[in-house]
């Protein structure tokens, strides 16, 4: 089966960091992607990590240990913008991806 | 502008009643979804097809139909079996790979509301 946790909801301050959490046990693995999500609309692509290591874009870096089964996303210079939902998504086969629950992070003054 | 289109955003239908949801895609992608997404819960995926004419379920397909008759459109019928309809509906397509993982577009959802 396929199976990712997430926080449920964050709560940080404008122009601080964020560190948000993904762990997964799936029966493949292929990749893993996050998604921002604002509140009623499409989720965006963020990120995709499918080796070991950091990848960095901007603001945002994405974080993979295939070995834990773990992921982070990391978000520098929060920005009220940044308020939104982020999903861990793993790709356990070609073409497919499993969601995780998505986590809320509130950005506040 | 090349993307995905859902019509209409949202929706309201009465109990017992079939409604089909709009998708449409112009980003030439071989591979089509459509999710469900509830509050708290993540994405579910209904169906997804990677060619025309053929389609797989997903994790949560009853109650559910869809087809696959031209590359840009995969519309989805929402039956008077599917026990709580009300939710937002995600379309989304990729390019279809052999092996890799690939990033899925998705379309702006349709919210459906059955009364």
């Known amino acids: 089966g396929q199976n990712i946790d997430q926080p449920t909801e964050m709560t940080a301050t404008e122009g601080a960091i964020v560190q948000i959490n993904c762990t997964y046990q799936?029966?493949?693995?292929?990749?893993l992607f996050w998604y921002q999500q604002h509140a009623g609309e499409a989720p965006t692509f963020l990120s995709y990590n499918v080796l070991d290591g950091l990848e960095e874009k901007g603001r945002f870096s994405s974080f993979l240990s295939r070995s834990k089964g773990y992921s982070y996303l990391l978000l520098k210079e929060l920005q009220m913008k940044d308020s939104a939902s982020y999903l861990c998504?793993?790709?356990?086969?070609?073409?497919?991806?499993?969601f995780g629950t998505g986590t809320r992070l509130t950005v506040i003054p | 502008d090349g993307g995905i289109t859902q019509s209409p955003k949202y929706l309201f239908r009465k109990e017992g009643q079939n409604v089909t949801l709009s998708c449409e895609q112009n980003l030439n992608h071989d591979a089509m979804y459509w999710y469900r997404q509830d509050p708290g819960q993540g994405l579910r995926l209904i169906y997804y097809s990677q060619i025309v004419n053929d389609f797989q379920k997903g994790d949560i397909a009853e109650g559910y139909s869809v087809s696959r008759e031209k590359k840009e459109s995969f519309p989805l019928t929402v039956t008077s079996a599917q026990k709580n309809p009300t939710a937002f509906y995600l379309c989304?397509?990729?390019?279809?790979?052999?092996?890799?993982?690939?990033?899925?577009?998705f379309g702006p959802g349709t919210r459906l509301t059955v009364l």
């Open positions: 998504a793993v790709s356990p086969g070609a073409n497919n991806l499993f």
């Open positions: 989304a397509s990729s390019v279809l790979t052999s092996g890799g993982a690939v990033e899925q577009f």
């Open positions: 799936t029966s493949g693995f292929n990749g």
